[in-house]
């Protein structure tokens, strides 16, 4: 990293950028107003503890099959060479006529200019218990360390996806030695899974699967039971 990224300009006030968000859309939102505005002023919000990590590696330190420092591609001195300012709060309100982002903590922050690149999260079934302890999702680091701590008392799990995420808890339950694994799948999804070869290495895993995606509450008795999966 050498040289000041962005074209020199004067004679006038810099811009304040603020981007929500500090994952790849934000920072790459960061590098491209730096790129072109040598001045500007760009602050990057995250409510998160962390300066940016990989989402994608987290399946693969969740798998101990990386550290975790190597999730962080940005040192310190990347923040300081495109000169990049970061604010660990959530986002709490906007106040789009005083240009103000109000953060957890009552900290107002102004801007000129304001990015929303706070990506997504799990969407959650609508059930009676999807608050209890115990239930998580895997959205972020503060996650993947939940599941690992949870994984050390744990017996059994149960996994609620269809989808690439899922498969990877389900490889890594399977490793981490639960005693049982239930996959309660979306049919759409979930049926692409549940190929031929996987069928084979969920059931030696054991693996059972539910067919819908939305276990209602008369069927909550159904969780945990070995379920045919639809033809
Ligand atoms: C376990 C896992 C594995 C994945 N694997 C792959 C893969 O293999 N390939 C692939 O292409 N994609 C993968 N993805 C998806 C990929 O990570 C996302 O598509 C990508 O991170 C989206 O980038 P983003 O910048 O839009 O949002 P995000 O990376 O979600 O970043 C959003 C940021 O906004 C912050 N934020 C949200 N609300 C607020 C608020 N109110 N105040 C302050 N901050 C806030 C969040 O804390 C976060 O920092 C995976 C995701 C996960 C979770």
């Given at each position: 990293?050498?040289?000041?990224?962005?074209?020199?300009?004067?004679?006038?006030q810099?811009?304040?950028?603020?981007?929500?968000?500090?994952?790849?859309?934000?920072?790459?939102?960061?590098?491209?107003?730096?790129?072109?505005?040598?001045?500007?002023?760009?602050?990057?919000?995250?409510?998160?503890?962390?300066?940016f990590?990989?989402?994608?590696?987290?399946?693969?330190?969740?798998?101990?099959?990386?550290?975790?420092?190597?999730l962080?591609s940005?040192?310190?001195?990347?923040?300081?060479?495109?000169?990049?300012?970061?604010?660990?709060?959530?986002?709490?309100g906007?106040?789009?006529?005083?240009?103000?982002?109000?953060?957890?903590?009552?900290?107002?922050?102004?801007?000129?200019?304001?990015?929303?690149?706070?990506?997504?999260?799990a969407?959650?079934?609508?059930?009676?218990?999807?608050?209890?302890?115990?239930?998580?999702?895997?959205?972020?680091?503060?996650?993947?360390?939940?599941?690992?701590?949870?994984?050390?008392?744990?017996?059994?799990?149960?996994?609620?996806?269809?989808g690439?995420?899922?498969?990877?808890?389900?490889?890594?339950?399977?490793?981490?030695?639960?005693?049982?694994?239930?996959?309660?799948?979306?049919r759409?999804?979930?049926?692409?899974?549940?190929?031929?070869?996987?069928?084979?290495?969920?059931?030696?895993?054991?693996?059972?699967?539910?067919?819908?995606?939305?276990?209602?509450?008369?069927?909550?008795?159904?969780?945990?039971?070995?379920?045919?999966?639809?033809?």
């Amino acid at each position: 990293m050498s040289g000041r990224p962005g074209a020199v300009q004067t004679g006038r006030q810099a811009c304040r950028h603020v981007i929500i968000g500090h994952g790849p859309a934000g920072l790459s939102a960061a590098e491209a107003i730096r790129a072109l505005d040598a001045d500007a002023s760009i602050t990057i919000v995250s409510e998160e503890p962390y300066r940016f990590y990989s989402r994608p590696g987290l399946a693969f330190y969740l798998a101990k099959r990386v550290p975790q420092e190597q999730l962080f591609s940005r040192p310190d001195a990347y923040y300081r060479h495109w000169r990049i300012d970061t604010v660990h709060a959530r986002a709490e309100g906007l106040d789009p006529t005083a240009r103000l982002v109000h953060l957890a903590g009552g900290r107002l922050l102004p801007y000129d200019r304001l990015l929303l690149a706070t990506g997504s999260a799990a969407a959650l079934p609508n059930v009676p218990g999807i608050d209890l302890a115990g239930v998580v999702t895997l959205d972020s680091l503060s996650d993947t360390r939940t599941i690992l701590d949870a994984v050390r008392q744990a017996r059994s799990a149960v996994v609620v996806g269809g989808g690439v995420t899922a498969l990877e808890l389900i490889v890594f339950f399977w490793r981490a030695a639960s005693r049982s694994i239930t996959c309660c799948a979306a049919r759409a999804i979930g049926r692409r899974c549940w190929t031929k070869p996987n069928r084979g290495w969920f059931s030696s895993a054991c693996v059972t699967s539910m067919s819908r995606s939305t276990p209602k509450p008369s069927s909550a008795r159904c969780w945990g039971a070995r379920g045919a999966w639809p033809a």
